[in-house]
Structures are given as C-alpha cells and as structure tokens.
C-alpha cells in the first residue's frame, strides 16, 4: 500500500512518495519554485500524472499552512485532500502494473499510445496506465469506441466517455489538422462523434463565482509538464504528451472541462505556444466555443494579401462593427480580406451596463476596489506562486471581461496557427485590443517564422509594464499602440480594477523594443469610445 510523507523545509516543501519498495521525492524552495526537485525509482518518476499530483499535494499542502484567509485555506485543504487521494490510488496502480498492454487514443495526452494493465482493476472495465502521460484510463463506454477515457484512481465506477464522445476534442483525428483559412474554423471544431455525456458541460464553471482554482491543474500542464518532458525525466515524454496530460486529469481535466476556466486556459497556452495548432490547442478552443456562445470569425469582406482580424470592446461591441471599422481599415489595408472576431457579448454587456448605471465613479470605486482585493497579483509564470495567487479571481464585470478577453485571445492564437492562410495583421479596441495582445503573446513563444505581419491596438486595456519580447516576436512588423491621455475609462477603471496598474492605451507601452511603436493620439481621441472614429491608422 502507498504512503506519503509531508514536510515542511524552510519556505519550501518535501513529500515523500513510497509504495513496494519504490520511492519518488519531489522538494520546492517556495511556492514560487519553478524549477523543483524530483528524485527517485524510475519506474514512479516517468509517470507524469503521478509526478504532477504528488507536487500539487504538496503546494496545497504548503499554502493551507501559510494562508491566513478562511477560505483560501479551506479551498486548500480541500484540494490538497483529494490530491493525497489520487496520488496513493494511482501509485497502488504504478505497482500492480502486469504484462497485458493495448494501444489507444488517450484522452489524457491526446496521443494514440500503448497502455498497461492494472492488477485486479476491472471491475467493471479494465483499468490501464497509459505510457505517455501516466494517467489511468478505461475503454470508452460508447459500444464499439476504440478510444480510451480517463478514470479518477479511486473511482469505484468505470463506466467513462472518452474525450471525443466527452466533447472535450473535436475528434482525436483532427487534433492535428490545418486549415485553408480562419473562417474554416467552424468544420474544425464540428465534433466527429456525439455527446455522449450530455449530464457533463464541457467548459462548466468558466468564469463567474464559481471559478475557484485548483492549483494542482494549471502546475501540471505549463510549468510541470513541459519540464518534465523536456528536462526533469531525460526527455522521456513528447512536449505535446508532457504538457497536455495536466487539461485532462482526475477526471474532467483542465481547460478541456472548465477546472481552470478562463485564466487557466490563457496560462496554459501562453506558456506553451509550441502547443498552438496542436491537440493542447484543439481542447482549448473546444472548451472556448463551448463556454462562450456569441463567439463566432465573420469573414465581413473577402479580398487579398494579408488577412485584417479585428476585435470591439466594450462601449463599441456589436456585430454590425465592420460599419464603423471599415473606414479606419480601408485607409491602411483597401484591398484585404477582413475577419471580425466576435466574443464575450453578454460580458462586455454586463461591463457596459457597470458603467451606465453606477451614476458616479465612486460607486464603480467601491465595487472594483471590494472585488479587485479578492483577484491575483501575480503574474510570474511558470511558478506555483502566479496560480495560488489566482485562487481568489474577483468576479467583478471587469475581472470577468478581462479574463474572457485573455481566453478569446489564447483560442484565436490555436486557430490562427493551424491556418494556411496569413501572416495577420490584428486590430483590437480596449478589451478587443487586450483579445489581440493575448493572442500575439501565445503566438510569439512558437518556433518558426511570425504568424503576424503587424498590429495595431486602439486604446488598449493592457499594462504598459512587463515583459513584451514574447509580443514583439509574434510579429515581423511594428506593433502600433495607439493611446489617449484623455481616456477617462482607462484613467480610473482600468487602474482601479488592475490595483493600480497603468494602461497601455493611456500613456504607451513603458519598452524600448524595437517594433513596438507608441503613438500620442490625445489630440484628436477625447474619450475611449472615439478611437475607431478618430485615429488614422500609421503606415
């Protein structure tokens, strides 16, 4: 039977994992560690899931002790709990491995691997380890299913849809697959199989109050999955099966299933564009399109050269825009083909309507300044530190608009770089600009030459601080940052919701990288909503 040994050591942690004679150490020097040490039988540190569980344990464990708010530290307890479960169930699993072995889709890593048998599993499916990411997995309950689905350790019931009946992928078999042009994307994202799963919600909990995060699932995909695979296990494991084995674990996943909602989905891609176009990508934008409805790329014009995506913000969202975009494109790019990105309308409604009937800016004060004390500071990434802060993510209209702009902008980077067509030039206004920087940001940290051919961003609802290399690379031409002293909205609301954090769009980027380009426009935009109407775009 398995055991686990928790210590505190210093600011850091150590858990011992043991079972039949096989050890696996993993120590951190602090929640913010992103470089732990894992140390070992080989036969528990090549298994993946079992890795990532055992460090997630023991920073939950950590930070129950170290926090000081009730309900962060019961959230805490709670997660450290069933991570102290999983983590022995699937440990007694690693020991009672025999010799019967299958090959099969997995709905953890997304890869068609082999899988060993556990010992005495089977009750009523067979229960197998897969070689790739670790994870335990059944045959799919779907009759005549080749695939295989993630079981949790302990479940007592096996009966289990695989990602593809689960609606999680649009189809193993498309994982993979291109696109000719953007506006492909709704034949990709058409599911191969049916939902065969209807009770579970494919991006359930996103976003809104009941977006609390478990630490253990972002850690196990960005920042523990790439290293593992790259580094911390020799390069046992594929990038692809190191990183993606985090969205689908203990059952239902990441992202793939809504666990880490909209701020976990832009972490996870962000912090692996090598995954973009991929199957790490694919679940992304399926959770994406499941959670937001008013989603949609309307191709508004159809031209040539290099393909014009832009995105509205609040206070000028809508989907007739093109009307109101077409002479601030037309004057740059005449000839282009043009794609509107349509998104988040019931949160930049909700936004919008803040704004309209608060009646004074004291009023919006007293509401983002109670929420914004709940939301995160930090932003560092790989560390733990960035997640465990996240666990309190306000759920004010703005932190919600926001955190569905990074989401849109993580999902239009998956899309865009499994496109034949391109390179992009993208536009954004406010929160349309933050959509766009989202996904240049995803998009700057894959090999191979830009995706992006420039942009230009209206007013946008980002931070002028922070490290900008991962933008700049994202393009091969300038990034155009268009910004106004007198946008009041981003003065106050933007600096009080982002506890003091100044905006982009209102004093420029705070760089010197070359191709990134702040232009003063205060002269002729006298408030956030004219920026469109106003500016003329830099040649």
């Not at 009937?357 to 560390?383: N, Y």
């Not at 994202?474 to 954090?501: C, F, K, P, Q, T």
């Not at 209102?506 to 920026?531: C, D, M, W």
């Amino acid at each position: 039977m398995a055991t686990i040994e928790y210590k505190p050591r210093g600011h850091g942690f150590e858990s011992r994992l043991a079972v039949d004679g096989l050890e696996l150490l993993v120590r951190g020097a602090s929640l913010e560690d992103s470089a732990p040490q894992l140390t070992g039988s080989p036969e528990l540190m090549s298994n993946v899931a079992l890795t990532a569980l055992n460090l997630g344990y023991a920073a939950n464990e950590l930070a129950y002790r170290r926090s000081r708010s009730p309900e962060k530290r019961a959230s805490h307890r709670k997660a450290a709990d069933r991570q102290r479960k999983e983590l022995l169930a699937l440990a007694d699993f690693v020991a009672r491995l025999d010799d019967r072995t299958t090959t099969a889709w997995c709905s953890g890593c997304f890869v068609r691997a082999a899988r060993k048998h556990v010992r005495g599993a089977d009750r009523p499916m067979g229960t197998y380890l897969c070689q790739e990411c670790g994870t335990s997995t059944v045959e799919c309950a779907v009759p005549g299913c080749p695939h295989h689905a993630l079981v949790v350790p302990s479940a007592r019931v096996t009966l289990c849809y695989c990602a593809e009946h689960h609606h999680q992928v649009p189809g193993f078999q498309k994982l993979d697959a291109t696109m000719d042009t953007l506006g492909d994307y709704r034949e990709f994202l058409k599911h191969e199989s049916r939902n065969a799963d209807r009770i579970t919600k494919v991006a359930a909990g996103t976003i809104g109050a009941a977006a609390v995060i478990a630490p253990v699932a972002f850690f196990a995909a960005p920042a523990l999955g790439a290293a593992l695979g790259s580094s911390m296990l020799g390069g046992s494991l594929t990038g692809a099966a190191a990183t993606s084995h985090g969205l689908a674990m203990l059952g239902g996943g990441a992202v793939a299933s809504g666990g880490l909602g909209m701020v976990g989905g832009t972490a996870v891609v962000t912090a692996t564009g090598t995954a973009l176009g991929g199957a790490l990508g694919a679940t992304t934008v399926t959770a994406y399109t499941g959670a937001d409805r008013s989603f949609a790329i309307e191709l508004v014009r159809p031209g040539s050269g290099n393909p014009v995506v832009f995105a509205t913000g609040f206070l000028t969202q809508g989907r007739s825009a093109w009307s109101e975009w077409q002479r601030l494109i037309d004057t740059r790019y005449p000839k282009a083909p043009v794609y509107q990105v349509h998104w988040g309308a019931k949160e930049l409604k909700d936004l919008t309507a803040l704004l309209a009937s608060s009646g004074s800016k004291a009023a919006v004060r007293a509401i983002l300044i109670q929420a914004a004390k709940r939301g995160s500071k930090g932003h560092g990434l790989p560390g733990i530190g960035w997640v465990l802060g996240a666990h309190g993510v306000a759920t004010n209209p703005w932190t919600v608009a926001r955190a569905r702009a990074d989401m849109t902008g993580a999902a239009l980077a998956s899309l865009i770089a499994r496109t034949d067509e391109g390179p992009y030039v993208l536009m954004g206004h406010s929160l349309g600009a933050r959509v766009m920087v989202s996904a240049a940001q995803a998009l700057g940290t894959r090999s191979g030459p830009p995706s992006i051919e420039s942009m230009h961003m209206l007013g946008a609802a980002v931070g002028r601080e922070g490290d900008l290399r991962a933008l700049k690379a994202s393009s091969s031409g300038n990034i155009w940052n268009y910004w106004s002293s007198n946008d009041m909205v981003l003065r106050w609301l933007y600096s009080l919701a982002e506890l003091g954090e100044v905006a982009a769009g209102q004093t420029g980027f705070a760089t010197k990288l070359p191709g990134i380009k702040n232009r003063n426009v205060s002269r002729f935009v006298k408030n956030h909503s004219e920026y469109v109407s106003a500016v003329t775009l830099a040649q």
